[in-house]
């Protein structure tokens, strides 16, 4: 795959180890990029760039946009990084940066790519500096680094919106659960518990279609039954579908983030009821937190280079 563009960057990558990373957040609808600072777990504000982007182009458009939003992304910091890191979806090998996604109407072109080696070569970023972190994974430690589970050793979380994710930090260290593939109701749960979900059960129950929850919300809040049943399905759903994997885990808390839980208002007082005893929180840091969970990939070492850890394609 040919990807060129011409990098005349005033900041390459050095020698030495600095706390900056060029940290990315790979949506199905946008990109978000910024700089971070891993040791104070900030971002730099003046860096930050967040651009729509079509996840069914095909993969050069796709890799130009993503490249070049990185690239000024880094010209808008006046620092030297360290390494790029991202938070991507799966299913992706997070070790050797390519991607295996396929059948979710988002990046099937760029299935079987070397995301590592094609950014290595465009950004002129060594592919050792290059990490790359499940996003809901990166998502939940964000939270529970600077959000709202900085207070707690023993968090599971989720993440609601486009699909499903979920986590568990504990004692420092955040792994992928990989819950959205499990088996739920007559497919699995990410079928249910994602936008897809709201949509098709809303024009189950009404004939009608949306385009996305925040529409479904609107209709919600302005007494449209059927939009307000919608919610209250979910919040069954969730309940019973998360109750063993909570009593496995036996979380202090349960962190929602995503878009969806942007509506909470619309099913969290039943989903409290639904799921008693469990104490939930909303996410507090919104965008930033993928971001800073991508770069705390680097956290481990300061003068010599980040361990990769060994994740698994899911």
Not at 31 to 48: D, G, M, P
Not at 134 to 157: H, L, P, W
Not at 217 to 231: E, L, P, S, T
């Amino acid at each position: 795959m040919d990807l060129t563009i011409e990098n005349n960057l005033d900041m390459p990558i050095k020698n030495i180890f600095t706390p900056y990373i060029l940290s990315a957040d790979i949506g199905g609808s946008h990109v978000t990029a910024a700089i971070c600072n891993y040791k104070e777990n900030k971002i730099i504000e003046q860096s930050l760039i967040r651009v729509d982007i079509n996840s069914r182009a095909p993969a050069e458009d796709i890799l130009f946009t993503w490249s070049n939003v990185l690239k000024q992304t880094m010209e808008r910091a006046n620092v030297h990084i360290s390494g790029l890191s991202m938070a991507m979806p799966g299913p992706f090998d997070y070790e050797n940066g390519i991607s295996y996604i396929k059948g979710l109407n988002k990046y099937e072109s760029i299935y079987g790519a070397n995301i590592k080696h094609l950014l290595s070569e465009t950004l002129q970023i060594h592919h050792n500096r290059i990490k790359f972190r499940n996003d809901a994974e990166a998502t939940i430690a964000g939270e529970c680094i600077v959000g709202a589970g900085k207070e707690y050793s023993n968090v599971m979380g989720v993440t609601l919106g486009t699909g499903f994710g979920s986590a568990h930090f504990i004692n420092r260290e955040t792994w992928d659960l990989n819950l959205g593939s499990l088996p739920f109701k007559e497919t699995i749960s990410d079928d249910y518990l994602s936008t897809r979900g709201f949509v098709k059960r809303y024009n189950e129950l009404s004939g009608k279609t949306v385009e996305n929850v925040k529409e479904l919300a609107v209709r919600a809040v302005n007494k449209d039954q059927d939009a307000a049943q919608v919610f209250e399905d979910f919040a069954q759903n969730l309940s019973d579908f998360l109750k063993p994997h909570v009593l496995t885990i036996s979380p202090e808390c349960l962190i929602l983030c995503g878009n969806i839980a942007l509506a909470a208002d619309l099913f969290l007082p039943s989903l409290k009821s639904y799921l008693s005893g469990v104490k939930i929180e909303l996410a507090q840091v919104g965008e930033h937190a993928a971001l800073l969970g991508a770069a705390d990939l680097f956290r481990p070492f300061d003068k010599t280079e980040a361990p990769t850890k060994k994740n698994k394609i899911r």
